[in-house]
């Protein structure tokens, strides 16, 4: 809303009102509230925080837009088709189609298709690989974590280790594709951390101790 006040709100360089948006809020609501699998499954897979909620915002757009579009009339065949189509190809992880497949049946409006998906992914994020190497912010939470769990041994040597001479290691090295993210890392000497290098957790304890904990 506050984007259609502030006319920052735009679908293929049109700018949207809250003329258009009254137009069409009927046939919003009547989506957000007939059709919550869009709501839940996006909620499931992001989360309800921000990214979370910067998904529903995309899901709403898109509501706007497939309204703008469109009258919705469910008693329609077409119209329903041309929903079910648009919403199941933008958001690849809402099973729209299997959700709906019993009515899927019959013709569908393309051009809207090609509108609703073009705009949803002119809007989406780009999406982006984890870093390899460790944030300030991972290693940080690495720190958090270690003083939460109380972990007073390195899992590498089994030794004792103290916060303020660690080491920030992956389990799965970079080398081979270990991501710089927080289920990937561990505090650990840093002499432990040298020996291990591209190893993994197994390989350098049994290359310590002789046994492999597979």
């Not at 046939?27 to 909620?43: D, G, M």
């Not at 499931?44 to 979370?52: Q, T």
């Not at 008693?75 to 009515?103: G, H, P, Q, W």
């Not at 939470?141 to 003083?147: M, R, V």
Request: hydrophobic share 40%; charged share 25%; glycine share 6%.
């Amino acid at each position: 809303m506050y984007e259609i006040h502030e006319s920052l709100m735009q679908i293929h360089h049109r700018t949207i009102i809250f003329k258009d948006f009254t137009r069409v809020r009927r046939s919003i609501e009547f989506l957000i509230a007939n059709f919550p699998v869009a709501t839940t499954e996006t909620v499931g897979k992001f989360g309800s925080g921000i990214k979370g909620y910067d998904r529903l915002q995309i899901v709403y757009k898109a509501f706007i837009c497939l309204s703008l579009e469109m009258e919705v009339d469910f008693d329609d065949e077409e119209c329903l088709n041309t929903f079910i189509l648009s919403m199941s190809k933008a958001f690849k992880y809402i099973n729209f189609n299997e959700f709906y497949v019993e009515r899927f049946l019959g013709g569908y409006d393309d051009a809207v298709v090609k509108h609703v998906v073009g705009y949803v992914e002119s809007i989406s994020p780009i999406s982006r690989s984890n870093p390899k190497a460790f944030s300030t912010l991972t290693k940080s939470l690495l720190k958090h974590n270690f003083l939460v769990g109380n972990h007073n041994f390195c899992l590498i040597c089994d030794g004792l280790i103290y916060l303020d001479s660690t080491e920030s290691d992956h389990r799965i090295a970079k080398a081979v594709g270990g991501q710089g993210v927080l289920e990937n890392g561990l505090l650990v000497h840093p002499i432990c951390n040298r020996m291990k290098s591209d190893l993994s957790l197994e390989e350098i304890r049994a290359d310590l101790f002789g046994e492999l904990l597979y």
